[in-house]
């Protein structure tokens, strides 16, 4: 139960952290405008519903397949590692803004965002599956304690304290060890 609460603790928390700190970053390279926070919270959305989706598709292969294809995306995620946005993505110009922001995004954040949209809901089944108990409770409410957690935290406590660099240093430190 320790571990798969850690597990969900950290993921939830990291899921939330990540949206301000990528957010931010690229924040300025588009222009600073209500449309950058829309798109990135169409991505960070669509990521979630489908990491939700992938959760769903992934309980119904048999266990051992579930294990290997989580691990395998989990060792992939890391080349995502760390979560800076190279200057690269900077727009020139006439760039189509949404499509930039979509694509950097994927490239700097997507499957590790991902993969921590499924945590939750893979981790609870695989719980119940193995305990042969009714709905964990208390995950759930974990896990809705670590996103609260990280929503408060950030502007009260990482943003002041470090630089949009340094943040993306530690939440992708921080990810390395959800994944390990």
Known sequence: MILFAAAIFLSA???FQ???????????????????????????QSALLGGYAYAHWLQSQPAARQR??????????LLWLPILP????????????????LGLLAATVGLPYFLLATTSPLLQAWYVRARRQSVPWRLFALSNAASLAALLTYPVLIEPALSVGHQALVWSAAYVLFAA
């Open 18 to 44: 990540v949206q301000p700190v990528i957010s931010k970053a690229i924040l300025p390279w588009f222009g600073g405008s209500a449309g950058v926070w829309n798109t990135c919270m169409l991505f960070f």
């Open 13 to 15: 928390f990291l899921l």
């Open 86 to 101: 190279a200057s690269r993505w900077k727009p020139a110009g006439g760039d189509d803004p949404i499509a930039g922001i």
């Open 68 to 77: 290997r294809i989580h691990a395998a995306l989990l060792a992939v995620s």
